[in-house]
């Protein structure tokens, strides 16, 4: 027993001579490049929020004066619970119920015509570029999009 394992142990396949190199692999497809994405694309959320009659303020500190001068600001609101998101404004029977009222640095206001609470309401704020082809009324196209 004591030969044997002597026989097996003093093997290892470090010992044997290596095999030749198999045939080169064919080469892979070259990527695309695509546009430089913008990491200048920032989501802000407020939870659990009532909305009056009237105007309604939000502080995004965000909100920066470039984005002012050469970007966006879309807005999106839903009930707590829901999984989808409406953007605004939001009508009913024609008429608007609540709106974007003013966009100031540092503030958004939105203009309602109803109180409602347990509301979540979505700023997404970006500086310029390119975003033609972007359905900003859907919100889960603006989320893939800008990947947040």
Do not use: H
Request: aromatic share 10%; hydrophobic share 45%; glycine share 10%.
């Amino acid at each position: 027993m004591v030969i044997l394992m002597l026989i097996l142990s003093s093997c290892s396949p470090e010992d044997g001579v290596d095999g030749a190199l198999g045939p080169q692999g064919t080469p892979g497809i070259d990527g695309i490049n695509g546009q430089d994405g913008n990491a200048n694309v920032v989501s802000v959320l407020f939870e659990d929020q009532t909305i009056d009659i009237g105007t309604n303020i939000f502080v995004i500190p965000e909100l920066t004066q470039e984005i002012l001068d050469t970007g966006f600001v879309y807005a999106y609101v839903t009930v707590t619970g829901n999984d989808y998101w409406e953007p605004l404004p939001i009508s009913q029977a024609q008429l608007i119920i609540l709106e974007l009222d003013s966009i100031a640095l540092g503030e958004i206001s939105l203009m309602s015509t109803f109180t409602q609470s347990g509301l979540k309401v979505r700023f997404v704020l970006g500086e310029g570029i390119d975003v033609s082809g972007i359905d900003f009324s859907n919100f889960e196209e603006v989320q893939a999009f800008y990947d947040f």
